[in-house]
C-alpha cells in the first residue's frame, strides 16, 4: 500500500502547488493586473438616446482636462508649448543622440545647422517666404530638414509651413510658393507648370538626368544647403500670450486631393500623449532608440511619424528611419543587412502592419529547432497570463534592447471620412475590410515573443487625426476567444488627448446602441481642420446632424464597439 | 491547474470576452449602464442623490445637471448635500444651503415666483458655472398627479 500513500501524496502535491501557482504566485507576477486590464477607460454616468456614453481613457478621467500640450511654464502660467519648445529642448539635450537616414547617420548639430541654413538663407527671404510644398518623404535626409527648417519658419512668420504633397500639384495653390520635389524625374513631370512656383527644389543631388532646359527657378538640395555649418544651438523664446501655440504647424494634402491643417497645438498635444502612455519605470530616455519603417511613398507616414520622433529626441534619444527598397520589400528570403543593424540598437520600432507582415517572414525562420518551439510555447503561455518574458527571443541576442514595437493600424477608407461630403451623406452599410494586415492576439504574442518585446496596436486615421486614435495598454497580452478574433481588431483604449462615443445609424439598424456598437465619432486636440472652405462647412454640418455637435467628428464608416473592458473594438 | 497543463501541453489563457457579441458574460465588470438623457420627474430625481444611488443629479432653473464629479461638494455629508437629487435653484437664488428653500418630491416645482432680481443674477450665476463644469444631461418636469 506504500505505493498508494506515494501516488496520493504526489497527486495532492501537485494539486496544491497548482493552486498555489494559479492563485497566488501568477498573480504577483503580472505585469497588469486583471482588473487594471479589465477597466482601461472611463466613461460618463449619462448617454443620449442613440448614442453610447462618451469614452475616455483612464489616465484622464471625465471632468479632468485632456491632454493638450506640454504643460510648460510661463512664470505662473502653463502653456501648452509648441515645436519651437520642442526643437529647442531638443538641441539644448543634443549631444551623442543622432539621426539616420538609410543607415547614413547624422548628428543634431548637422540637421539643426541644415535647416537654419535653409530657412535664413531662402525660406525666410522676402521673395520666397510663403508655403513650403514637400513631395518628398520626412523619412529621407532632404524631406526631413526641410520640413524642420519650414516648421521653425512657420513660428517666426505665419507664411512658411510645410505643405506635404502626395503627388505633384496640378494647379497653382495660393497658398504654396515654393515646391520641394525627390528627383529630376518627378521635375519632368511639371510639364510646364515650373513658373507657377517661386523656387523649386529638387532632392537629387546629380544634375545627371537633369534636363538640358531647367528653368531659371531650379536648385538642387546641394546648393541649398551649400555653406551650412554644424550649429547646436537654437534659442526660441515664447511670447508672453501664447499665440504662437495655436499657429499652423504643417498643412498636408492626400491623394485624394483633401487638404488639412495641423497647428502646434496638435503636435504637442500628441507628443504629450504618446509620453503619457509609458508605464513608471518604462518611460523614455536618453538612451531610446525609435526606428521608423516606412515608404517614401507614404505621405501620411511623413504626418503621423513626427510626434513620436520628437518625443524620443526630446528626451535626448536618437532616431532611425529606413525606407530603402531591399528592406521593405526583400527580394530574398534573408532579412537585409541594414535592417539587422539597425534593429539590433533600436529600442522602439514604428512600423505599419503590411511592412512588419513582410518583414517578420524573413526575420524568423518558419522551421525552427525543437528547443525554440518548446521556449516559444512557455513564453506565449506565459504571455497569455500577463507575464512578460524574453526567453523566446529568435535570433539570440539580435533584439535585446528593443523593448515596444508600435504597430499601425490604418483605416482603409479614410477618404470617406476626410472627404465631409455633405450631400452624399448617406452612411455606408458595415462591411468587412475596415483594416488590412490584421493580426490575432496569438500571432501578437508570438510576435512579443520572438522579439523579446512589447507590442501596442495602435489605431490611425490618415490625413486627419496626427498620432494614434486609440492604442493598446503597454502591457496587454491578452489572448481573445476564436470567435473574438475572427470578427474584430482590439485597438485599445482611446489616446489622452482624445474622447469618443459611438452613435446608431439608420443604414446598420443591426447594430445594437445598447450593445454600444455603432459608429465612431470623436473630439480632441490631434484633429486637423480641413482646409477648403467647403469641407470645414460640410464638417461643421454633419458634425451637427451626425453627432450633435459639440465639437464631435463623426468618422463616417468606421464600425466597431465599446467592449467591457473600455477598449475600442473595430470590426474586422 | 491550467497554467501548469498549458506549460506541459502548449496552451494560452484565454481571456474573457469583453464584446459581449456572443452573450458571454463579463464578469469582472460591475459598472453601471448609463443613464439615459431625458425627462426627470423630482421624485426620479431623487434616486439620484449619491446615497440611493451612487450618481449626483441636480436640478437648476429645469435643466438637470450631472454633479456625480463634485462629490465632495454634494455627495453624502458634503457642505451642499442637501441640493443632491434635488431642484437647487432657490437654494441658489438665495445661497442658502437649508433645508426649507428646497422643496420635496412630492411637492409642487418651486416657479420662483417671488425671487429678488438680486436673486436672479445670483442664480444666473450659478447656472453658468454647472453649465460650464457639468454635463446637462435631461430637463425637470412636474410629474401628473403628484406635482401638479
Given at each position: 500500500m506504500e505505493w498508494l500513500s506515494l501516488l496520493v501524496t504526489i497527486a495532492v502535491t501537485v494539486i496544491i502547488s497548482g493552486w498555489l501557482v494559479s492563485n497566488y504566485i501568477l498573480d504577483f507576477k503580472r505585469d497588469l493586473s486583471y482588473v487594471a486590464l479589465h477597466e482601461q477607460s472611463n466613461m460618463s454616468t449619462v448617454r443620449k438616446e442613440n448614442e453610447t456614453a462618451h469614452y475616455r481613457n483612464f489616465l484622464v478621467p471625465s471632468g479632468f482636462p485632456l491632454t493638450a500640450g506640454l504643460g510648460l511654464s510661463l512664470g505662473y502660467r502653463v502653456r501648452n508649448g509648441n515645436f519651437g519648445d520642442v526643437w529647442n529642448a531638443v538641441m539644448d539635450l543634443s549631444n551623442a543622440n543622432s539621426i539616420s537616414f538609410n543607415s547614413k547617420s547624422y548628428s543634431l548639430s548637422e540637421i539643426n545647422g541644415m535647416a537654419k541654413h535653409i530657412l535664413h538663407s531662402c525660406f525666410s527671404k522676402g521673395d520666397t517666404a510663403g508655403g513650403i510644398g514637400i513631395n518628398v518623404s520626412p523619412l529621407t535626409l532632404e524631406g526631413f530638414v526641410i520640413s524642420i527648417a519650414a516648421m521653425m519658419g512657420s513660428l517666426e512668420t505665419n507664411r512658411v509651413i510645410p505643405h506635404l504633397l502626395a503627388s505633384i500639384p496640378r494647379h497653382k495653390m495660393d497658398t504654396v510658393d515654393t515646391l520641394v520635389l525627390d528627383s529630376w524625374h518627378s521635375y519632368k513631370m511639371l510639364n510646364g507648370s515650373e513658373h507657377f512656383w517661386k523656387l523649386i527644389i529638387v532632392c537629387e543631388n546629380s544634375n545627371e538626368k537633369a534636363p538640358k532646359d531647367v528653368s531659371d527657378n531650379v536648385i538642387n538640395f546641394k546648393q541649398l544647403i551649400e555653406g551650412y555649418h554644424n550649429d547646436s544651438d537654437f534659442k526660441y523664446t515664447p511670447p508672453t500670450d501664447n499665440s504662437d501655440d495655436l499657429k499652423p504647424f504643417l498643412n498636408i494634402t492626400s491623394q485624394w486631393n483633401t487638404s488639412t491643417a495641423f497647428s502646434h497645438m496638435n503636435l504637442v498635444s500628441s507628443m504629450a500623449a504618446f509620453i503619457k502612455n509609458f508605464p513608471a519605470d518604462h518611460s523614455l530616455t536618453e538612451n531610446d532608440i525609435i526606428t521608423t519603417l516606412g515608404y517614401t511613398s507614404d505621405v501620411d507616414m511623413g504626418l503621423q511619424m513626427w510626434c513620436k520622433t520628437l518625443a524620443v529626441l526630446l528626451h535626448g534619444g536618437s532616431a532611425r528611419f529606413l525606407t530603402d527598397s531591399e528592406t521593405l520589400?526583400?527580394?530574398?528570403s534573408s532579412p537585409s543587412k541594414s535592417l539587422i543593424d539597425t534593429l539590433k540598437s533600436s529600442t522602439l520600432l514604428l512600423i505599419k502592419s503590411d511592412i512588419l507582415n513582410k518583414i517578420t517572414k524573413n526575420i524568423f525562420p518558419s522551421q525552427t529547432t525543437l528547443f525554440q518551439s518548446v521556449k516559444e510555447s512557455w513564453a506565449t503561455t506565459l504571455l497569455s497570463e500577463g507575464i512578460f518574458t524574453?526567453?523566446?527571443?529568435?535570433?539570440?541576442?539580435?533584439?535585446?534592447?528593443?523593448?515596444c514595437i508600435y504597430l499601425m493600424e490604418t483605416l482603409v477608407e479614410s477618404d470617406i471620412i476626410s472627404s465631409f461630403h455633405q450631400a452624399e451623406v448617406k452612411i455606408p452599410k458595415l462591411r468587412s475590410?475596415?483594416?488590412?494586415?490584421t493580426f490575432s492576439t496569438t500571432r501578437l504574442n508570438r510576435l512579443r515573443a520572438n522579439f523579446g518585446s512589447r507590442l501596442v496596436v495602435e489605431l490611425y486615421c490618415p490625413y486627419i487625426v496626427i498620432g494614434p486614435l486609440s492604442q493598446t495598454n503597454f502591457f496587454d497580452y491578452r489572448v481573445f476567444p476564436q470567435s473574438l478574433d475572427t470578427n474584430f481588431v482590439c485597438t485599445g483604449a482611446l489616446s489622452t488627448s482624445l474622447e469618443g462615443k459611438i452613435i446608431a445609424t439608420d443604414s446598420n439598424p443591426n447594430l445594437d446602441i445598447t450593445k454600444r456598437q455603432g459608429m465612431l465619432c470623436i473630439r480632441g486636440f490631434t484633429i486637423g481642420k480641413p482646409i477648403e472652405k467647403n469641407r470645414l462647412e460640410n464638417a461643421a454640418t454633419i458634425s451637427k446632424e451626425l453627432a450633435n455637435g459639440e465639437g464631435w467628428m463623426p468618422l463616417v464608416g468606421v464600425f466597431g464597439l465599446w467592449g467591457q473592458d473600455g477598449c475600442l473594438y473595430l470590426y474586422k | 491547474m491550467s497554467f501548469i497543463r498549458n506549460m506541459l501541453f502548449g496552451g494560452v489563457r484565454t481571456s474573457e470576452d469583453p464584446t459581449g457579441i456572443n452573450g458571454a458574460a463579463f464578469a469582472s465588470n460591475n459598472v453601471g449602464e448609463p443613464i439615459v438623457e431625458g425627462r426627470f420627474y423630482p421624485r426620479t430625481l431623487y434616486?439620484?442623490?449619491?446615497?440611493?444611488?451612487e450618481k449626483i443629479f441636480i436640478a437648476i432653473k429645469g435643466n438637470v445637471y450631472?454633479?456625480?464629479?463634485?462629490r465632495q461638494f454634494y455627495g453624502p455629508s458634503g457642505p451642499y448635500a442637501n441640493f443632491a437629487g434635488r431642484d437647487a435653484s432657490r437654494g441658489l437664488a438665495m445661497n442658502s444651503f437649508d433645508i426649507e428653500v428646497i422643496r420635496n418630491?412630492?411637492?409642487?416645482?418651486?416657479?420662483?415666483?417671488?425671487?429678488t432680481a438680486a436673486d436672479w443674477d445670483a442664480l444666473n450665476e450659478w447656472e453658468q458655472h454647472f453649465q460650464g463644469k457639468y454635463p446637462c444631461i435631461g430637463t425637470l418636469e412636474p410629474e401628473p398627479g403628484i406635482n401638479d
Open positions: 520589400s526583400p527580394s530574398s524574453k526567453m523566446a527571443q529568435s535570433n539570440s541576442n539580435l533584439f535585446d534592447s528593443m523593448r475590410g475596415q483594416l488590412k494586415d | 434616486t439620484y442623490n449619491g446615497h440611493d444611488d450631472d454633479c456625480t464629479t463634485g418630491w412630492d411637492q409642487p416645482i418651486d416657479d420662483l415666483s417671488n425671487l
